[in-house]
């Protein structure tokens, strides 16, 4: 039986002890891939460091190629092992009002090396990312599904940080969503590959570690060399992310890295102007429109003291599991 076989397979981007992984059969299939694409070109991809397939089950192997970059590779694929880990083993308190996050951030089932790639076979997340999933709805869609969307990324990032994990990368990219029930969509938070290990407390300050994330959904704190709070960091990401979907366009617009820098230094003390949040609309959704507008910009305070983290934004609106709606199993 493959299920029961023990192998042991040097990762190629890390020193130590050999991994000892058990090839479940989602292993096996995804090994059975590895196996048929290195012998027939060699290498994974040309570019990128990461490829993903959806296996039989319907869950997904992500590949990570440490030989493309091994510097880059050894973190990414050493925070996401690390995070996958928590995710598995943490317990918190069944009455905590963040517990019911835990169903929307994706699941590793299992991770193996094979040569100079790394996998994680992780639960499908959904079929498109956030950004995809809105491209071509109606205002009015828009703010059906994203006032749901965004309550399942608010819980799923407050569970993270209730079990000492911060995401560091939330962006439209990074967050996938399970529209197989049409009424009912559902959001996971994938890529941990910037993940950071912080326990969690409300006032939490770290010293400047350099920019990590991507550039269009980082918080204003990060542009600057003082120390800031990370999980407000993350939370700032998430409203940066559904400002996005909504409005068609980022937050603070520009042109270049060095323009991007100097409107994100300013905004601590200049702030957002208010046409930021203008968006015309029709009557019959103007009330619903106006409430996720207020939802978002309340992650998008320029000051991080002044903005929630995310469990202290369910707090602030009262998002417990009732108000999610029915959830289908998956």
């Known amino acids: ?149 965004l309550k399942h990324v608010v819980k799923g990032v407050a569970y993270m940080h209730r079990i000492g ?15 197989t029930y049409a009424a009912y969509p559902r959001a996971h938070i994938l890529d941990m590959d910037l993940a950071a290990s912080i326990p969690y407390t409300a006032d939490a300050i770290i010293e400047k570690r350099g920019l990590v994330g991507t550039g269009l959904y980082m918080a204003p704190e990060c542009y600057s060399e003082a120390a800031y709070n990370p999980h407000k960091k993350d939370a700032w990401a998430i409203g940066a992310s559904f400002y996005a979907v909504l409005f068609g366009k980022p937050v ?27 968006i015309d609309a029709e009557p019959e959704i103007e009330e619903e429109l106006e409430e996720l507008v207020k939802r978002i910009k309340a992650l998008l305070a320029p000051r991080f003291e002044d903005r929630p983290t995310p469990n202290e934004y369910l707090e602030t609106f009262r998002i417990n599991a009732a108000s999610i709606g029915t959830v289908q199993a998956q």
């Not at 479940?24 to 048929?36: G, K, R, S, W, Y």
């Not at 603070?252 to 102007?273: I, N």
Request: hydrophobic letters at 40%; a positive charge; proline letters at 3%.
């Open 1 to 149: 039986m493959v299920c029961g076989l023990i192998v042991a397979v040097i990762i190629g981007s890390t020193r130590g002890a050999p991994y000892q992984a058990e090839l479940t059969p989602d292993a096996a299939e995804a090994t059975h891939f590895l196996h048929q694409r290195l012998n027939r070109t060699g290498v994974l991809g040309q570019k990128g460091l990461t490829i993903n397939r959806v296996l039989a089950t319907g869950r997904i192997v992500n590949i990570a190629r440490a030989t493309y970059n091994r510097d880059i590779a050894k973190r990414t694929i050493r925070a996401e092992h690390r995070a996958f880990k928590t995710l598995r083993q943490a317990e918190i308190d069944p009455r905590d009002v963040a517990i019911s996050g835990r169903q929307f951030v994706v699941r590793s089932f299992h991770e193996f090396g094979y040569y100079y790639n790394y996998c994680f076979i992780m639960s499908s997340g959904g079929e498109k990312s956030l950004k995809k999933y809105v491209a071509k709805m109606t205002l009015e869609e828009k703010v059906k599904h994203l006032s749901r969307l």
């Open 165 to 179: 994990i911060v995401h560091n990368d939330i962006k439209p990219e990074n967050i996938a969503v399970n529209a």
């Open 252 to 278: 603070v617009p520009a042109a270049t890295q060095a323009e991007l820098k100097r409107k994100m230094s300013a905004l601590r003390t200049q702030g957002l102007a208010a046409s930021t949040f203008e």
